[in-house]
């Protein structure tokens, strides 16, 4: 299986400063259409995951463009340019390149 | 609007069995595979289990193989997972989620969707 190892696990910030992520993978995950995917995911207290990013960098539906995600091969980074209220919650990447997919362990962020 | 809504957890004995069901809507179900995540109260997620389009395919994680079995029923929207000799580890919240269109090959759309998730308890 691919491990999905995240950093920091626990992430205090202010709000209104920026935020970052970083997710790395035991394998590359650029799959054979060229194409990598690599998700991330919100998890707010008491709600089920929503999924933010998919393919490294492209925002879903409603999600704030305060939210960016980057990267290639096996490393990448969730940032958010400026942190809000709503934004506390645990941050999961997820690897869709190679089956079965897997998480990274989450990362929580909290308001100091 | 694309919804998936589970149902079927409870508090059930050690060695038992019970039936989760993930009924969907507002997209065409057939066309894809299906998951079971789950999720140990304040922990990560863990996928569980697949299943394709057409029910044909299944796979599981290693913890739960031989004691779990993923099926659908595409006529009704509906996708089950029949636990058995249920142990104190499989305590989770368990998720549905919306799959890929082929299981097991990569997908933009993988896990774009999820269920609000449904509570089991293993306990004596």
């Known amino acids: 299986d691919v491990v999905m190892t995240q950093s920091p696990l626990s992430l205090p910030v202010t709000l209104g400063q920026p935020a970052s992520i970083s997710c790395r993978s035991s394998?590359?995950?650029?799959?054979?259409?060229?194409?990598?995917?690599l998700n991330w995911f919100q998890q707010r207290p008491g709600q089920s995951p929503r999924r933010l990013i998919y393919?490294?960098?492209n925002r879903d539906s409603g999600v704030p463009d305060r939210f960016s995600g980057s990267g290639s091969g096996t490393d990448f980074t969730l940032k958010i340019s400026r942190v809000e209220a709503e934004d506390v919650g645990v941050y999961y990447c997820?690897?869709?390149?190679?089956?079965?997919?897997?998480f990274g362990q989450g990362t929580k962020v909290e308001i100091k | 609007e694309v919804q998936l809504l589970e149902s079927g957890g409870d508090l059930v004995q050690p060695g038992g069995s019970l039936r989760l069901s993930c009924a969907a809507s507002?997209?065409?179900?057939?066309?894809?595979?299906m998951s079971w995540v789950r999720q140990v109260p304040g922990k990560g997620l863990e996928w569980v289990s697949a299943?394709?389009?057409?029910?044909?395919?299944?796979y599981y994680a290693d913890s739960v193989k031989g004691r779990f079995t993923i099926s659908r029923d595409n006529s009704k929207n509906t996708l089950y997972l029949q636990m058995n000799s249920l142990r104190a580890e499989d305590t989770a919240m368990y998720y549905c989620?919306?799959?890929?269109?082929?299981?097991?090959?990569?997908?933009?759309?993988?896990?774009?969707?999820w269920g609000q998730g449904t509570m089991v308890t293993v306990s004596s």
């Open positions: 989620a919306k799959g890929e269109r082929y299981l097991t090959i990569a997908d933009p759309e993988v896990f774009d969707i």
């Open positions: 507002g997209f065409t179900f057939s066309n894809y595979a």
């Open positions: 299943i394709s389009g057409r029910g044909g395919s299944t």
């Open positions: 394998q590359s995950l650029v799959y054979s259409d060229g194409n990598t995917y």
């Open positions: 393919k490294v960098s």
């Open positions: 997820m690897q869709g390149t190679h089956w079965h997919w897997t």
